[in-house]
């Protein structure tokens, strides 16, 4: 389940790419992750060193790296978050249940692969090939263009790094959507009440979301409109509803990981320890769509009861 990802879309490097390339060169971010999230993204790899190369400046012509720190953000918001390096972050144990097989509410879910640092688990079986089904097709009339947070204000802007539309679910709104929350909080061993409501996703053909967190900045103004209902986010666990063919991976371009997408599977990552440090290494993304579709759903919890 984890490889790198590859493709052959050869994407431009426009103004949107050329803003990612200052503001991750600000932030501290290493040359080789930079790379790595841009050949993930479908670039070239002479072309992105250069890129990259370019948006250190001329002394790093000869660097293959840079001091590590957070780098762009987003999953809810697209501000950064400068922070400690990675090697600062202290790994406790996450709430997941150990074994091969946890069982979650109402059905038993397969452990695929797990990874300590950063900590990112794969199951299988998460959901029935006909629950993807029906959750595909009572969304599929109501997406909206998908959003991320305003660093400065909170609001909810539409962005060029994310080119997805979406729809939100009311918590418990229908037995359907409560079953399911109550199998995800199970799976996650996290309280329903401390849930975002389910969010399903549709990424067409090239769709992609570039690397990015899903945590909410503590420095950026507009993360308090966010934290201020339910705390921080903890954790993140993404639901595939459909097999895609080529790319569509959920990639972390930080651990040189990625997750390919298939359906009723899922990936969680925890990005918060129990002394409310931030992760780093979970900057992830996904990977261009290169050949049919991708849906998915997120769930996202947070420290306390989110109302």
């Not at 201020?228 to 080529?246: K, S």
């Not at 997408?261 to 002394?275: E, K, L, P, S, T």
Request: proline letters at 6%.
């Amino acid at each position: 389940m984890f490889h790198r990802s590859a493709g052959t879309r050869m994407p431009v490097v426009d103004a949107a790419w050329h803003e990612w390339l200052r503001t991750n060169a600000a932030r501290g971010c290493t040359i080789d992750s930079m790379i790595e999230a841009m050949t993930q993204a479908g670039f070239a790899a002479d072309v992105a060193g250069e890129a990259v190369r370019a948006a250190f400046g001329p002394s790093t012509a000869s660097e293959t790296s840079a001091p590590t720190a957070a780098a762009s953000a987003a999953g809810g918001t697209e501000a950064a978050l400068p922070q400690k390096t990675p090697h600062t972050y202290r790994y406790d144990d996450a709430p997941v249940a150990h074994g091969n097989t946890i069982h979650a509410h109402d059905r038993d879910v397969q452990v695929l692969a797990r990874c300590e640092r950063p900590q990112v688990i794969v199951f299988a079986n998460v959901l029935s090939a006909q629950e993807c089904s029906e959750m595909i097709e009572r969304s599929r009339h109501r997406l909206k263009r998908s959003t991320t947070v305003n660093p400065a204000t909170g609001q909810e802007d539409v962005i060029r790094n994310r080119t997805s539309e979406g729809i939100w679910y009311q918590r418990g709104e229908d037995p359907l959507i409560e079953r399911l929350e109550q199998r995800i909080a199970s799976l996650m061993n996290w309280p329903v009440e401390n849930g975002e409501g389910l969010q399903v996703l549709h990424y067409g053909p090239t769709g992609e979301y570039r690397p990015h967190y899903d945590y909410f900045p503590p420095d950026q103004p507009g993360s308090a409109v966010h934290t201020a209902r339910g705390g921080q986010r903890v954790a993140t666990l993404v639901i595939y509803l459909n097999d895609v063919p080529e790319g569509g991976e959920t990639i972390f371009p930080e651990a040189g990981l990625s997750v390919a997408a298939n359906r009723g599977g899922a990936v969680y990552f925890r990005y918060m320890n129990g002394q409310r440090q931030l992760d780093p290494l979970t900057l992830h993304g996904g990977a261009p769509v290169l050949a049919g579709e991708k849906w998915i759903m997120t769930k996202w919890v947070r420290e306390r009861a989110y109302v």
